[in-house]
């Protein structure tokens, strides 16, 4: 199926005319085909469209981002990556997401990591339906709500109102004057999910890790990124986060114990007269490969004897707060009682910062609003 919905790597202009260097990306992924009995450990897949978007010069950001991308120093060799190549669009809008859907469902069921280059951020829909599963965690980077729903708004405006029942959400990046009150709510109630502003995350950058660790997707929307610092966004603010910030977002997405898929939305080619955006793009990916490429199979399981356990009572609860912590990564995780789990209990990700909470006798609001979803 793969074959019929997908233009190869090795067919698309900007792959036939690299020329590089050993040492380069590129030259390992021309060398690169798609295995099924030899699965890598990334894939790339471009999404070239643009109809669902205000601008619809997005549509030929994947190739623009592979110009750089290829040119960006390699891996070692025991990390396969394979670049797909390119969804082939429908005749219609409607025809793009059947064949993202389509493809998704054979992607997931490998459990590989998947980096996608976009194309508009309403693709996030189609890729979530492909899943099909009940418990999708989404994390969106982005600085505002694609909440818009005012007549003949573009569906990368509104996107989020169409995410599948079950779907939890939550937003890194988000910048105050761009989110009302209602569209907290949004997040906190209609998808269970919580926002942690540009300023929040400046305060503690470790927060947002147990989010992005806990995701199955990451749809990071390139106008998230401070204007000056990314050209090519159609969508203009000069505030937002840093290079830096971006690419630490993309490693810590890659080394998530999960098989986490990174998509980079919104990025308009046309707008970006001297490709530093796109060579953004391209460092913002090639971080995401990073962290794949030094990620732990840390995940607590059963007894999880590798690990570190601490037991903190807190007044007001019948047992105590139990937290894990990986000896080697130091990432924690924490206990939340489920009636539905009869041996182990749930264990969901979290920071420090929840241990001293707790350690002051105060219950993390982690737990409470993972116990209230329960």
Known sequence: MLNEL????????????YEGSSDQLGHFLKSQVWDIDHLPHIAILGLPEGRGSLCHQVEAAPDAIRRHLY???????????????????????????????IVTEEL???????????GSQEMTVPLIDGFAKPAFNLVIVDDRIDNNIKKNSPADEFFINNLPIGTTVSVIAGQSYFICQQEHDIVAEGYNGEILTLG??????????????????????????????????????????TGEEACQIAWYSGISTKQTWFGLFGYAPSFDFTTA???????????FMNGV????????????????????????????????????????????PD??????????????????????NEIPERWWKYFDKL
């Open 6 to 17: 997908i233009i190869p790597a090795s067919a698309l202009e900007v792959v036939k005319q």
């Open 200 to 241: 929040e995350i400046r305060a503690d950058f470790k927060e947002m890790e147990p989010l992005l660790r806990r995701s199955d997707l990451v749809s990071f929307d390139f106008g998230s990124i401070k204007s000056g610092e990314a050209p090519g966004q159609y969508r203009i603010s000069p505030n937002g986060l």
């Open 293 to 336: 490429s030094k990620r732990l199979d840390e995940e607590p399981e059963d007894e999880a004897t590798n690990f570190e356990h601490y037991h903190i009572p807190v007044d007001g609860l019948d047992e105590p707060i139990s937290f894990l912590r990986h000896p080697v990564s130091q990432r924690w995780w924490m206990e939340v």
């Open 71 to 101: 040119t960006l120093t390699t891996f070692p060799a025991e990390i396969g990556i394979v670049d797909l190549g390119n969804i082939i669009c429908g005749n219609e809008l409607k025809d793009t997401y059947a064949a993202v859907k």
């Open 339 to 360: 009636e539905d789990c009869t041996i182990f209990p749930v264990r969901i990700p979290c920071a420090k910062k929840d241990y001293r909470k707790a350690c002051k």
């Open 108 to 118: 997931s069921a490998l459990n590989i990591h998947l980096l996608i280059l976009g």
């Open 277 to 287: 955006g796109a060579m953004m793009a391209a460092q913002i990916s090639w971080y």
